[in-house]
T-cell receptor
Framework: AQKVTQAQTEISVVEKEDVTLDCVYE???????LFWYKQPPSGELVFLIR??????QNEISGRYSWNFQKSTSSFNFTITASQVVDSAVYFC?????????????FGQGTTLQVKP | EAQVTQNPRYLITVTGKKLTVTCSQN?????MSWYRQDPGLGLRQIYY???????DKGDVPEGYKVSRKEKRNFPLILESPSPNQTSLYFC????????????FGSGTRLTVV
């Protein structure tokens, strides 16, 4: 069965600290896609990254980095030198290429609070 | 600008009063879908549509209807809203679904009293 688990419900850090958001997924498909979305207090979903199952290279984009490890079925997200503007709910999601519903399977979300 | 437009952004209604949340995309996407977001549950799929006149149930379809008469529009209909449908709703579109990039609307916060 497909599933995405974000075990951390809430994380609180002080500005400039590094923080890692965990994401563990389950799928039987060999071809799948993993996503991270940010939901600021205004409520919209902001796309951050998409990775496919054949590309295990880590990715860095400014203060953001992602560690994709198929061996542990994890796709963790690290924010370096966090800022107050990073405060949001972050969702990890999975999409299976073999799905006939096109569904994005979301984790429960992690609420990140960055204090000044 | 490529986008998914949802209306209204906020809605407060009473139990049993039929309502429609509209969703429109300007990217000629074949695939469209509705999700609801509830605390601790993430987003769950309500209905999806692979193309015009092709719709199917997602994980939580009870109490909802949809239609896809034209490619760009995918309205979500609540025939008789109940308080347990109080939620944040998102419409999404994708070229064909199945892992290709999804574009989300800004969300509709619905309260049923």
């Amino acid at each position: 069965a497909q599933k995405v688990t974000q075990a951390q419900t809430e994380i609180s850090v002080v500005e400039k600290e590094d923080v890692t958001l965990d994401c563990v997924y389950e799928t039987r498909d060999t071809t799948y896609y993993l996503f991270w979305y940010k939901q600021p207090p205004s409520g919209e979903l902001v796309f951050l990254i998409r990775r496919n199952s054949f590309d295990e290279q880590n990715e860095i984009s400014g203060r953001y980095s992602w560690n994709f490890q198929k061996s542990t079925s994890s796709f963790n997200f690290t924010i370096t030198a966090s800022q107050v503007v990073d405060s949001a709910v972050y969702f990890c999601a999975l999409s299976e290429a073999g799905s006939n519903t096109g569904k994005l399977i979301f984790g429960q979300g992690t609420t990140l609070q960055v204090k000044p | 600008e490529a986008q998914v437009t949802q209306n209204p952004r906020y809605l407060i209604t009473v139990t049993g009063k039929k309502l429609t949340v509209t969703c429109s995309q300007n990217m000629n996407h074949e695939y469209m879908s509705w999700y609801r977001q509830d605390p601790g549950l993430g987003l769950r799929q309500i209905y999806y549509s692979m193309n015009v006149e092709v719709t199917d149930k997602g994980d939580v379809p009870e109490g909802y209807k949809v239609s896809r008469k034209e490619k760009r529009n995918f309205p979500l209909i609540l025939e008789s809203p109940s308080p347990n449908q109080t939620s944040l709703y998102f419409c999404a579109s994708s070229l064909k679904g199945q892992g290709v990039g999804y574009t989300f609307g800004s969300g509709t916060r619905l309260t049923v009293v």
